[in-house]
């Protein structure tokens, strides 16, 4: 598997992509319209050119991919996701190694739907920590829970 940053070109099979992998999200909270579920290839374009969006590719397929983007000395990650076929293989955790290496920052912050678990355990493993505060409302039934990793630079 080899991860990589994504051209324009990757941007349309990205965007299916993330709207399949999402979509057991949008079962979970009973909302069919979450935000990577209507994203528009405009957006996801738009999107694109104010950060970094990574792929990785596994026999010549794109199966995930994670955004980035630096505020001073905050990296903000969003919207990692892994095909449904692929994951638990490992692939995730490589896409967050590979994001955070491209940004020399002391801070890491993201977020992740309340009732993800399986995404929040992967956090913490990573060395994420909640953050403290009331949760974010996306929709009436997503809130977003935001989550911080400090690093030491040498």
């Known amino acids: 598997?080899?991860?990589?940053?994504?051209e324009e070109c990757d941007l349309p099979v990205i965007l299916e992509l993330?709207?399949?992998a999402?979509?057991?999200?949008?079962?979970?909270y009973g909302d069919p319209d979450i935000p990577p579920v209507t994203q528009t290839l405009e957006e996801l374009v738009d999107e694109?050119?104010?950060g970094l969006i990574l792929k990785a590719v596994r026999?010549?397929?794109i199966v995930g991919s994670v955004r980035g983007r630096a505020d001073g000395d905050v990296?903000?990650?969003?919207?990692?996701?892994?095909?449904p076929d692929h994951q638990n293989r490992g692939i995730g955790h490589r896409l967050m190694r590979a994001i955070e290496s491209e940004f020399d920052v002391p801070v890491y912050e993201l977020s992740t739907g309340h009732l993800d678990g399986k995404n929040m355990s992967l956090?913490?493993?990573?060395?994420?920590?909640?953050?403290?505060g009331e949760p974010d409302r996306i929709t009436d039934k997503l809130y977003f829970v935001r989550m911080r990793k400090t690093v030491r630079r040498s």
């Open 75 to 83: 990296a903000y990650i969003s919207r990692l996701f892994v095909h």
């Open 48 to 50: 694109a050119k104010d």
């Open 59 to 61: 026999g010549g397929c």
């Open 1 to 6: 598997m080899e991860i990589s940053k994504a």
């Open 123 to 132: 956090y913490r493993n990573l060395g994420y920590e909640l953050i403290e």
């Open 18 to 20: 993330q709207r399949l």
């Open 22 to 28: 999402f979509r057991e999200n949008a079962i979970r």
